[in-house]
């Protein structure tokens, strides 16, 4: 079913355009902030090099069209992450984890995540993705501290309003507050997440790709970044991104995401 709102995608397209022109860039600074608030176009906005992690229009991009029973790849299958294929730029963050020496804080990061594992698996059922994504992300992002920055899953001050003013286009009926409680945080990051998964699905790679697409994507802000490099053969594989196609913080993330997701399916891992 598909829902349309013109004023709605008006104001939120102008919104964005604000949010984008007043953020920094990484190429060039020296840009006028105020000039590119009037010329700004959709073209711009999907530039992978310039597009900030708090990106307005990339989490509203096809507002217009809402499909509240779209069906997505089945979540509840576990990931075959096979470390023996993986590359080593990046295996050095599970190297590093699983160490005897650091399975302890290992261990103890995996011990924090706990408490929340059933708001996470609701919040993966609701939206229809993979519960090891917000697990890892909120693993990678905070190690499970909620006192850190913008809370479990650090998310912005700059994506929070969206997400709040826009819940009905994720499909939930009444408001909610990204940081009004941890539930409702968590299930702000999980309609963040369902959002990416939509737009990276579409790629035609195997599903433990999707999954590291969506991360690496969360990351950066966009899912541009990858497409683009697929879409132009620059890569046939998630594990061909090296420095220069991401951003080197993004491939350490991506990393960190592996190592997190490995042990979740295999906690014995850090259990010796």
Request: hydrophobic share 35%; charged share 30%.
């Amino acid at each position: 079913m598909f829902k349309v709102n013109e004023y709605l995608v008006a104001f939120l397209l102008s919104t964005s355009a604000q949010s984008f022109a007043l953020d920094r860039f990484d190429e060039n600074e020296n840009q006028n902030p105020i000039a590119l608030q009037k010329n700004v176009k959709r073209k711009q906005l999907a530039k992978p090099s310039r597009i900030p992690r708090d990106n307005i229009e990339e989490i509203i991009e096809n507002v217009k069209l809402v499909d509240t029973d779209s069906s997505s790849i089945d979540e509840t299958l576990p990931l075959n992450f096979e470390l023996e294929k993986i590359p080593k730029r990046f295996l050095w963050r599970f190297n590093r984890y699983t160490d005897p020496k650091n399975v302890h804080a290992t261990e103890k990061l995996y011990n924090n995540i706990e408490p929340y594992f059933g708001i996470i698996e609701d919040m993966a059922k609701k939206y229809k993705i993979s519960k090891d994504i917000i697990s890892t992300i909120m693993l990678t992002e905070t190690g499970g501290n909620p006192k850190l920055g913008y809370g479990l899953m650090q998310i912005t001050p700059a994506l929070a309003p969206t997400l709040e003013r826009n819940y009905q286009m994720y499909g939930r009926e009444t408001p909610i507050k990204c940081f009004r409680s941890q539930e409702e945080h968590i299930e702000c990051a999980a309609m963040f997440l369902s959002k990416l998964y939509k737009k990276i699905k579409d790629l035609n790679i195997p599903r433990e790709e999707i999954y590291l697409a969506v991360a690496g994507a969360y990351n950066i802000g966009n899912t541009e970044i990858f497409s683009n490099h697929f879409e132009r053969k620059r890569i046939k594989t998630i594990w061909d991104l090296r420095e220069g196609h991401i951003p080197k913080r993004t491939l350490d993330y991506i990393s960190k995401v592996v190592a997190w997701t490995y042990i979740l399916n295999h906690p014995e891992v850090i259990n010796h």
